[in-house]
């Protein structure tokens, strides 16, 4: 059986939880490109924005007729919080189980034997630890199992077995399964075929003219209920970091390079296992407003894990102390722009 584990409305969802007495209020997380106040899109908001049509992707300006003022935040994208929730999660659903394939930030493929029984102690364990609800889908393909959690969300937990999954899957316009994007959605319209169940009706010859051949193929055993499962690769990880929250506020510079000093050997744990070396060193501070800012330095040439980071982070420490008056609440390290070792770990 396979999983498929989706955290909802991810990015707002963490901005909810770290502002509780915003719970009714519409959140909506932005990307800004900074050429006016309102320029960007909205990149997710919670279930009030979406009852009034905010949607992902929605230019900002646009979305800020939709709602309020007084009802609605519109905040900026904080990467660093949203990638450690991501890998704490992540932490969460790899010790349940054993062939995990995170998806993207919020999504994981997990292939279980004993999926059906470990679906609810998974969704369980994520909302105890981490505070946020995730959707599960649990059905005997990957893409069932998709379409099971897109159905239940939000907190929601569908269990399909191999009758629900193929009514799930025959049963639904075509453009709504996951793999068929709208130019194929609307051209096996055009062939007749609204629903999936419909494409059996066209000749698979048709199709693989139509579409090419593995297109054309995969859509007519999607039709006849034949549906194959790959986890797929794991994609690679391309930065490492590690946030902690200081004992107390402060701008000390010496009680932030202490606390890094504590963070850090993990994350050089993480790239001494997987023999991997950095050209960049970002220090993350989380200010007392919340917002997050990073200062970073990027080397002429990659360096091993276990080198000497002390200057510099002293370095990016003292810069921003200078250019920022804010008490420091969180601070973090990150090393990024990878370069494999290979067996080589003894080269520099
Ligand atoms: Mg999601």
Request: glycine share 8%; charged share 30%.
């Amino acid at each position: 059986m396979y999983l498929h584990i989706d955290m909802d409305y991810f990015f707002a969802q963490i901005e909810e939880k770290r502002r509780p007495m915003l719970k009714d209020k519409i959140i909506a997380v932005c990307v800004f490109s900074g050429r006016t106040e309102d320029s960007g899109v909205i990149s997710t908001v919670n279930y009030p924005g979406r009852a009034l049509g905010i949607k992902s992707g929605m230019p900002i300006a646009t979305a800020k007729k939709k709602a309020p003022p007084a009802d609605s935040i519109f905040l900026p994208v904080d990467r660093e919080a949203y990638t450690q929730a991501s890998m704490f999660i992540d932490g969460i659903i790899r010790k349940g189980c054993d062939k995990v394939v995170q998806a993207s930030i919020d999504e994981w493929h997990v292939e279980d034997s004993d999926a059906i029984q470990k679906a609810p102690k998974i969704k369980e364990e994520i909302e105890k630890k981490s505070g946020l609800t995730c959707s599960i889908g649990v059905a005997p393909s990957l893409l069932g199992a998709k379409m099971g959690a897109s159905k239940c969300k939000p907190d929601g937990l569908l269990i399909l077995d191999k009758e629900s999954e193929e009514k799930l899957i025959s049963g639904s316009d075509v453009e709504k399964v996951p793999g068929i994007g709208k130019k194929t959605g609307e051209a096996l319209r055009a062939l007749g075929a609204l629903k999936i169940q419909d494409i059996s009706k066209i000749d698979p010859g048709n199709l693989v003219e139509t579409f090419g051949r593995k297109t054309g193929s995969w859509l007519h055993e999607l039709s006849l209920g034949e549906y194959k499962s790959e986890l797929g690769e794991e994609k690679e990880q391309e930065e490492v970091s590690r946030i902690g929250t200081l004992k107390m506020k402060t701008r000390d510079s010496y009680i932030l390079l202490e606390k890094l000093s504590d963070l850090e050997p993990e994350a050089k744990e993480w790239l001494m296992e997987k023999k991997k070396s950095y050209k960049t060193l970002t220090i993350i501070f989380i200010t007392e407003d919340l917002r997050t800012h990073t200062k970073s330095t990027t080397f002429s040439h990659p360096l091993p894990w276990n080198s000497s980071t002390e200057a510099e982070k002293k370095k990016l420490i003292e810069e921003f102390l200078s250019e920022n008056p804010m008490m420091i609440r969180r601070i973090g390290i990150r090393f990024g722009n990878f370069l494999d070792l290979g067996g080589q770990t003894t080269l520099f």
